[in-house]
């Protein structure tokens, strides 16, 4: 597992990565449908009311697609269909699920929230970083972890 | 030579001087009153509201101000202040010494009403879109003013200091944007919603609120009553889409103009504007008469029926969230004004979008006369307000008519002056446009003014024009649409007048240009103009 060799390659990561980006917000607007969530004014009463029911909304849709992929097998729904996995860098492991949840999944966001006038830069060095020899985007190296073909 | 296309070299223009603004904005130039006593002089208040006095009429008599038919070609600019908006809504409210003005993200200022230098500002309100009016409270004077989503505030005149804010929660999303007014113990606050934005989003849930009339304590900001326009709002499910979301009405019929008051009477007259959604109320595009003690509805009167619009079809007729049966959208904008026909009888006038002004009998709410001038549509027909001279027993008629829906029937943009007893035309002003842009028409959207044997207008091409309310003659016109000195060293340049129009107060006649709401021209220019005679003295 330690081999480079195993490393994902960018154009499956690419493609998982837009998998995702396309299927999340889908669920979570199913979400939204069912539970209207965001459908009366009682949403809209103030912005702290409205923010909060935003990302309960997006926390929901994530774990609903890719909670339980990311917690038994270390893998989004488009690393799984596309059969590439998170595993721990020095280990080679399948990251442990805090790590990927609380580290991969917030730790840049929170990142970007808080870097707001250069927000928009951000997702883009993270992707940058994908070009480099051991093909870790930065959020990777954020928590030690790679994407790995899927034995 | 390279030569930009006309749109694009507009847009690098709009942009550029929008940075400069905002960049000049964020280091706060101001002109602070050095050598000048910044308490305010509270003697004398020139205006109640939006209405200027109770009535409505938006007349200043001799005893207001001092520019009448034959010195009003001699005005000239006194001086310009940079509000630091490019969408100026706030009407300022005049005293022998400072004007009180709403300026966009600074908050509320008091200007030196001769140098425009600051005395006091208020930073902490910064979303200021009404006229600032005045009450007596326990020995001092009280300034009350909304911002469009913070609420009601009170402040001290004296020194700017809040007193208290109130933003009733009459319904979960209100919107404070129009004018409230002072009287007494009292302060009437106009209701909307945003839930004419809110319609836009697909996956809303179109409508639930409902617009209306809050009366607060002047003390406190406490809520004394509220009077609903649409009974049980939201409470008839008429369809789902996307197999969830559910369409409710009836909703809407917001109250965004200001009130005016009766005081013989002890009536608030208001208009209200469209429905929201389905099903269409019977209190939508009406005149409501109701006591100013108890809220209690006198009398309401619907003048068009089955008028459902919301800003989702602005984006498309097959929008999920527009109304199959889509409405005209011609709300009451205007206040409605109260003024006498020569046999004494009071006669309440009212212009709606459409183009239709009305003479009601104040006391029931029957139609007297109606007329109609132009074509009408969502920007008006009769957009922000409508005036009278008591004296001459005239009503005057601004007229926008900015194309907006597909309409068969030709604009007539322009100024016409009924007689009040019976809505004849004694004359009448077609205007046309000074520029040529898309952006620039000739139409009167802005309230207008009247005083002594004068109407001022402001135009959406950005001319600011006087006529001789007897016959129409124009007197004295000036282009605002230009760049100006301000004495505050902000960029500022004119643009379209609109919504609350000029002031005439004392001296000085006094108008804020640019309004960068629904593609027109931006602009961020107080403007304040003085006869020669004064400007001698």
């Keep these: 597992m330690k081999d480079s060799t195993m490393l994902a390659g960018r154009g499956r990561r690419f493609f998982a990565t837009i998998i995702d980006v396309i299927v999340t917000p889908i669920v979570g607007v199913a979400i939204m449908l069912v539970t209207g969530i965001l459908e009366s004014a009682e ?13 309960l909304l997006a926390i929901s849709s994530y774990f609903v697609v890719h909670g339980w992929l990311l917690f038994s097998r270390s893998q989004s729904l488009g690393k799984s269909l596309l059969r590439i996995m998170i595993v721990d860098n020095s280990s080679g492991e399948p990251a442990s699920f805090w790590k990927l949840i609380l580290l991969r999944l917030w730790a840049l966001p929170l990142i970007y929230l808080l870097a707001i006038p250069m927000a928009a830069i951000i997702p883009i060095l993270d992707q940058a970083f994908i070009f480099g020899k051991s093909r870790r985007c930065l959020h990777d190296y954020l928590c030690s972890t790679k994407v790995v073909k899927r034995p | 030579m390279f030569h930009i296309p006309t749109p694009l070299n507009a847009l690098i223009k709009t942009a550029a001087w929008t940075a400069l603004s905002l960049l000049a904005t964020s280091t706060s130039v101001y002109a602070n009153c050095d050598n000048t006593d910044i308490k305010p002089g509270l003697k004398q208040q020139f205006s109640t509201s939006w209405g200027i006095e109770y009535s409505g009429e938006r007349f200043q008599s001799s005893a207001k101000t001092s520019i009448n038919a034959n010195n009003a070609s001699t005005l000239s600019l006194k001086w310009a202040y940079g509000l630091s908006t490019n969408r100026p809504r706030s009407y300022p409210l005049v005293t022998e010494d400072t004007i009180f003005i ?54 001290d005149a004296s020194t700017g200091d809040k007193i208290w804010t109130s933003a009733p929660k ?34 809303y849930g179109c409508c639930t609120t409902s617009g209306g009339m809050a009366a607060l304590d002047i003390r406190t900001g406490e809520l004394l009553w509220y009077r609903p326009t649409v009974e049980e709002a ?72 089955g008028d459902t619009f919301n800003m989702a079809c602005t984006t498309s007729v097959d929008h999920p969230n527009c109304p199959s049966t889509m ?83 030709p604009p007539a943009p322009g100024l016409y002056a009924v007689d009040v007893k019976d809505g004849s035309l004694r004359w009448s002003v077609e205007r046309e446009a000074a520029c040529e842009e898309r952006s620039c028409w000739a139409g009167l959207s802005a309230a207008i003014t009247a005083g002594p044997n004068i109407v001022v207008a402001g135009a959406m091409d950005g001319m600011l024009e006087i006529y001789r309310a ?20 902000l960029p500022t340049k004119g643009g379209t007048l609109d919504a609350h129009g000029a002031m005439l107060a004392g001296d000085l006649l006094i108008v804020s240009s640019g309004y960068g709401s629904f593609q027109q021209q931006e602009g961020n220019a107080l403007l304040v103009f003085g006869t020669t005679e004064e400007q001698a003295q």
């Design chain 1, 43 to 55: 949403a809209y009463a103030s912005t702290e009311q409205t923010v909060a029911r935003v990302l």
């Design chain 2, 102 to 155: 709403g300026d966009g993200g600074n908050g509320l200022v008091a200007l030196d009403k001769e140098t425009g230098c600051v005395r006091w500002e208020n930073t902490s309100i910064k979303d200021i879109s009404t006229s600032i009016v005045s009450e007596q409270v326990d020995g001092r004077t009280v300034l009350v003013f909304s911002g469009r989503l913070s609420g009601v505030h009170a402040v």
């Design chain 2, 170 to 203: 009459v319904h979960p999303v209100p919107m404070f944007s129009g004018s409230p007014l002072a009287y007494k113990d009292t302060v009437f606050v106009p209701i909307s919603s945003m839930e004419i934005g809110l319609s836009a989003n697909p996956f």
């Design chain 2, 234 to 305: 939201g409470s008839v499910v008429t369809g789902t889409h996307f197999l969830f979301v559910e369409k409710r009405g009836p909703s809407g019929a917001p109250v965004w103009g200001s009130p005016m008051l009766d005081t013989k009477r002890d009536l608030l007259f208001y208009g209200s504007g469209q429905n929201y959604s389905l099903p269409a109320s019977l209190t939508s595009d009406a005149i409501f008469a109701v006591h100013i003690k108890t809220g209690e509805i006198a009398w309401v009167e619907q003048f068009t029926a």
């Design chain 2, 327 to 409: 409405g005209p959208d011609v709300d009451f904008g205007a206040p409605p004004l109260l003024t006498q026909m020569p046999s004494g009888e009071d006669i309440l006038i009212a212009g709606q979008k459409s183009g239709q002004v009305y003479g009601i009998n104040p006391d029931n709410g029957k139609t007297v006369w109606s007329t109609r001038f132009g074509r009408g549509g969502p920007l008006g027909g009769v957009h922000w307000g409508i005036a009278a001279n008591p004296e001459l027993g005239l009503a005057f008629i601004p007229i926008s008519d900015v194309p907006a829906f597909p309409s068969d029937l």
């Design chain 2, 470 to 489: 007897d016959d129409g003659e124009k007197l004295w016109s000036y282009n605002t649409k230009k760049e100006y000195d301000a004495v505050n060293a």
